[in-house]
């Protein structure tokens, strides 16, 4: 078992890379770079554009434990009940992957998915048994030099997904990674790499669960490759608890007339940056961004988005809705990019925020830039406030208390975004965590 | 006159309104109202336009961009122009808005549970509202479509209106303020909405309707009229003086009284 110890240095980058069962040998070269780049990239400055809003320079990531393993299970029933809950109710699945801390604990996948050629492991398991999997395409959509972060994800991930789906395989059921942290002062670092080859068909749900810790950091990437002509709806659940940190980085590659509609629900962890990305290079690729937020108490939420149009006749359309509550404060930050060359484009960008208290705070920044000199259609809107008084006048003169009509008009805020979502156990998951954010009480400013 | 009524029917739900004077945006807009509608009784408010006919409805329920700046509002020997709108329904006062607001993403089912369970004050299972509503629904000719969409969302005029009789149905209140629900609505709707509403109006209803112009009066007779100008009530009387409007016109009447012509910058209409 490795002993990594404290901070992300030399000694412990060697300690880990010596540990047993760890996945050095092919990608050992790899982690070196990104050690080195990680040592010479600095802090992200809240003088960029990229990271004006969150401010890291007294981030102390000397304080955080690089790896912290945990024994793996046999079969679901040597999980530990907290994990079992924390997957919840999802429903039927073809697929499950517990990481618990540092170690993937079980990786399981339905053996009707596995005799079509379906791959779902662990990356670490991929790495030992089919490196050239990972070629092209771990760190290939998220290099490693992207940021200091990513640097340090690069050279210090443990665990991780993997799934690969053949050409014209259709997946019904959808696939369910859990990332679950209970070791306070741990980093992790959730990585999924989803490929869909040409016509394949997938869900993937992504979840980050842990109790309240005193602190933890978990650096994220998300990596899609969806292959022509293929359709991959991708969730993401962020469900941390206070004292996290997260970041995350994901970027989906969209082939010809690929299908990519995500689902981003970020409702935990104390700062979430979340950046989320499609490049539509395929000529009639559609992409569907989803994202909905709700901040309490301190919570500090950076949203960036970008739709990437480089092929012609494609499609985008990105809708966050916020609700912000107590001194939390959000940012939304999002670009429409249309190429040079990329013909009859469709983008729209919406988002929008209600603030419950009058502490509380959102911003929304759109942003078009349209490099080709072809008609486009692209719409952006956004919107930051209270509750409106006339919808509340409405619902209180028909006899509904305040807390009531707030709560009526935050769930109709985001049934726009529920409406959109197909897998009735998201939108039920969905619901509960929204009706648990109603129900917190609210701190005194 | 006013106390008299009220220790004499404490078993009646009747809403008093007394001297009341109100403004907007530090405009006085109600200048000295005084009003009794019992329960069972049916008022109508006729008058031009931006002589405080929707403030007088707005203030009763209590929107708070209204200042009551003296006067009082009693429903049920209690007085009420402290208390919170909810408050005033959860008592039995139900407005029908002029203008109704849009709620995105709440199913008029919904919102009408959630509006039934707080003026009753009891849970209700959702099959037995349901049964509830469809009892309404088919009273009112409201199609099923109607209360599975997001409320008043992409309504059409007549919608807006039907929806406003149907939670007045459901919620049934002792006191209605029906404002200017003829409004904006062509024959046909019109005379569903009215039809509606006259099938409601009995012992147990009592309605203030608020109207600009008489052809509502068509399909409801109301006990009392009174015609409001200026912030005021400048007459009342019975149902006759309808006719006598139609004849003469808010500016015949006007000149009877001994009132100033209407000055033409107020000539708006009311606010929402």
């Not at chain 1, 966050?320 to 040079?340: N, P």
């Not at chain 2, 009693?74 to 008592?91: H, N």
């Amino acid at each position: 078992m490795p002993e990594a110890g404290i901070g992300f240095k030399r000694e412990a980058f060697d300690a880990l890379m010596a540990g047993d069962g760890f996945d050095a040998g092919s990608l050992h070269r790899f982690r070196e770079r990104a050690l080195a780049e990680f040592e010479a990239i600095p802090m992200p400055s809240p003088e960029t554009e990229e990271w004006r809003h969150t401010d890291l320079r007294e981030f102390d990531l000397d304080s955080y434990e690089a790896y912290r393993e945990e024994h793996p299970a046999d079969t679901l029933d040597d999980v530990k009940p907290d994990l079992l809950e924390a997957v919840g109710d999802v429903g039927d699945r073809a697929g499950l992957s517990i990481q618990h801390n540092s170690t993937v604990v079980i990786s399981h996948l339905d053996p009707e998915a596995a005799a079509k050629g379906v791959t779902f492991a662990s990356l670490d398991d991929i790495a030992h048994t089919r490196p050239n999997l990972l070629a092209n395409r771990l760190h290939a959509a998220v290099p490693s030099d992207r940021s200091r972060f990513t640097a340090l994800h690069a050279a210090f991930r443990t665990g991780g997904t993997f799934v690969h789906v053949p050409a014209g395989v259709k997946v019904d059921l959808p696939l369910q990674s859990l990332t679950y942290v209970d070791h306070d002062g741990l980093a992790v670092f959730p990585h999924s790499v989803i490929a869909l080859e040409e016509g394949a068909e997938l869900t993937f749900i992504d979840r980050y669960v842990s109790p309240d810790l005193g602190r933890a950091l978990s650096d994220a990437v998300v990596e899609i490759y969806a292959g022509p002509n293929s359709r991959l709806r991708y969730v993401v659940l962020q469900e941390w608890g206070q004292g996290v940190t997260h970041l995350s980085v994901q970027r989906a590659h969209l082939d010809r007339d690929a299908e990519v509609r995500t689902l981003a629900v970020a409702f935990g962890a104390s700062l979430g940056r979340a950046e989320a990305e499609s490049l539509l290079t395929g000529d009639g690729s559609t992409s569907e961004m989803l994202g909905v937020y709700f901040g309490t108490g301190e919570q500090h939420f950076d949203h960036r988005s970008i739709q990437d149009h480089v092929g012609s006749q494609t499609s985008s359309d990105l809708l966050y809705k916020g609700v912000m509550r107590d001194r939390s404060d959000a940012v939304y930050s999002g670009t429409v990019v249309i190429r040079q060359g990329a013909h009859k484009c469709n983008a729209y960008q919406t988002n929008r925020n209600i603030l419950l208290s009058e502490t509380a705070k959102a911003h929304s920044i759109p942003n078009l830039e349209i490099l080709s000199n072809d008609p486009v259609k692209c719409g952006h809107a956004a919107s930051v406030g209270p509750v409106d008084e006339d919808v509340l006048f409405y619902l209180q003169s028909r006899g509904i208390p305040f807390e009531e009509a707030e709560r009526l008009v935050v769930f109709g805020f985001f049934q726009e975004v529920l409406d959109r979502v197909t897998l009735p156990e998201v939108k039920g998951s969905l619901e509960r965590a929204i009706a648990a954010e109603l129900e917190r009480e609210p701190e005194e400013a | 006159m006013a106390t008299e009524t009220l220790e004499k029917k404490t078993d009646t739900a009747t809403l008093e309104v007394r001297g009341l004077h109100a403004s907007v945006e530090g405009k006085e807009i109600l200048k000295g109202i005084d009003l009794v509608v019992p329960q069972g009784e049916v008022h109508a408010i006729m008058g031009p336009n931006g002589s405080g006919k929707s403030t007088l409805a707005n203030v009763i329920m209590g929107r708070p961009s209204y200042t009551v700046t003296a006067g009082q509002i009693v429903f049920k020997g209690q007085e009420i122009t402290k208390l919170r709108p909810d408050q005033r329904a959860q008592l039995g006062l139900f407005l029908a808005f002029q203008y109704p607001t849009e709620i995105p993403g709440v199913s008029v089912v919904n919102f009408l549970r959630s509006a039934y369970t707080s003026v009753k004050g009891e849970k209700v299972s959702a099959l037995a509202f349901r049964k509830r509503l469809k009892e309404k629904m088919a009273m009112l000719g409201v199609e099923d479509q109607m209360v599975a969409r997001y409320v008043n969302q992409g309504f059409s005029g007549g919608e807006k209106k039907k929806n406003e009789v149907l939670q007045l149905a459901v919620l049934e209140p002792d006191i209605a303020i029906l404002d200017e629900t003829d409004s904006g609505l062509d024959i046909d709707s019109l005379k569903a909405v009215a039809e509606g509403i006259q099938r409601l109006i009995g012992p147990d209803l009592g309605v203030l309707l608020i109207t600009h112009y008489q052809r509502i009066l068509n399909y409801i007779t109301p006990d009392r009229i009174h015609v409001m100008m200026d912030g005021r009530i400048v007459l009342s009387g019975g149902p006759e003086l309808a006719h006598e409007l139609e004849q003469k016109g808010y500016e015949g009447f006007r000149s009877d009284l001994g009132l100033e012509p209407a000055p033409k910058e107020t000539a708006k209409g009311g606010p929402a």
